[in-house]
């Protein structure tokens, strides 16, 4: 699994432990941690509200209750923990991708625009070595076909095999099973051009599934001279997730 996969499996459903607190306030939490654990996401709700009532800038709590509403598809609520949070830890950067997925959940698509943009610019500026690294952040989190997928927009993609987008499907354990990525690879590129299927001053992109042994399936590929914007891209991407689009070639990678 490659590691901004494994990191972004990490934290999409990750309760947080709360050292520090007072002892009146640590039963609580321990209680809805136990069920979160459980995965008993809407049964710890509660005990996590008791324990912010108690300690209401307790940002670990705060982290923990917005897992677990947006984990229960509680999202009016999950808005509203994961803006106390974000105002409680303004430098901590992983609040704001929590934020954009809420608000694509609740469909206020301006307002996760917003964010977007206040995420992009953070990266920016930042001196903190490990977001500057990052190659990706988790952009949404849903369910299809019973399955939970994550989708991962890559900061700055670059080089020969470059990827944009990658909705990641789990198994039973929140584990990868399989991805479907958005690419677009130098090689494809100049050939479509020199075929003319393509300007010159546009790329080929493509819809591909990289699956268990090895295996991979190009679904479909457009082209233009600008990335492909999520919301554009990602009916396309629900139509292969949900059966709509068979592959048009596959094949075993070595």
Not at 111 to 119: G, N, P, T, Y
Request: negative net charge; aromatic residues 12%.
């Amino acid at each position: 699994m490659n590691t901004f996969v494994a990191l972004g499996l990490a934290f999409s459903l990750l309760a947080s432990s709360a050292p520090g607190l007072p002892h009146r306030d640590q039963e609580p939490f321990d209680q809805g941690l136990a069920l979160f654990d459980q995965g008993k996401y809407e049964e710890s709700i509660p005990w996590f509200e008791k324990a912010l009532v108690r300690h209401p800038e307790g940002s670990n709590i705060l982290w923990n209750l917005g897992v677990a509403t947006s984990a229960a598809d509680q999202h009016e609520k999950a808005l509203t923990y994961w803006q106390k949070y974000r105002k409680l830890r303004p430098e901590d950067w992983q609040g704001l991708p929590r934020l954009i997925q809420t608000l694509q959940a609740l469909g206020r698509l301006e307002e996760r625009d917003q964010i977007l943009d206040q995420l992009y610019q953070l990266r920016k500026g930042t001196t903190d070595a490990e977001f500057k690294k990052a190659p990706v952040f988790c952009r949404e989190q849903l369910r299809v076909g019973g399955r939970r997928v994550l989708v991962y927009q890559f900061f700055e993609p670059e080089g020969k095999w470059m990827q944009f987008y990658r909705f990641v499907v789990t198994d039973a354990q929140g584990r990868q099973d399989y991805f479907i990525s958005l690419g677009s690879y130098d090689m494809t590129t100049q050939i479509s051009r020199e075929l003319g299927d393509i300007k010159e001053d546009e790329r080929m992109y493509h819809f591909d599934g990289y699956y268990q042994e090895g295996l991979h399936k190009t679904f479909g590929f457009l082209s233009g001279k600008t990335t492909p914007a999520y919301d554009d891209v990602r009916p396309t991407f629900m139509k292969i997730l949900n059966g709509e689009i068979e592959a048009s070639s596959s094949s075993q990678m070595e």
